[in-house]
């Protein structure tokens, strides 16, 4: 429930606070629900495959961000209200693109997200990049409190520069239900979304 970034200004805390209802009880589940949605639908996604999260209040005075932004961002507004939460890694199931219908963001890359602890439910995840409630189509690699611990890769090299010849990370999220006559859909993956 640490918050991890300082917010002088408290503008991570009003932000957060719109989504208290000003009379009567607040339900939780609608709060964080509308919390995601407002990420979804107000803040412009940039990929950016390198570099550390934003803070989350650059992220709200930009309006805009990668998914590990937009997790951040959730995950400090909610621990300013006194929940839990924690930084996801992993992979989004994104189907075969239908024009008619809008893809997942995140797909073919590492995705991030958050997870809240709800006192009647437990650890409920939240994807405020896609505006996706519970963990529908998420594939959780790295769970942590801080997203400086959930490195999605890792490694070291040794030996001369010469020798080194790349590296390639291939991700193939399918469902039991698709045909499996069908050619795997390969997508390179970055190093961090």
Partial sequence: ??????DADGLVDDWARRFVRTSGKTSLQALLSEMTQAIHTDFKYGTRLHGAAQ???ETLERRGGSCRDFAVLMME????LGLAARFVSGYIYTPAVDPARPGRVGGGHTHAWVRVYLPACGWVEFDPTNGIVGNADLVRVAVARDPRQALPLWGSWSGAPADYLGMDVEVDVRTESEDTDQAPVRRSVGMAN
């Avoid at 429930?1 to 300082?6: A, L, N, S, V």
């Avoid at 507004?77 to 300013?80: D, G, I, K, L, P």
């Fill in 1 to 6: 429930m640490t918050r991890q970034y300082p």
């Fill in 55 to 57: 803070s989350p209040v």
């Fill in 77 to 80: 507004a909610v621990r300013s």
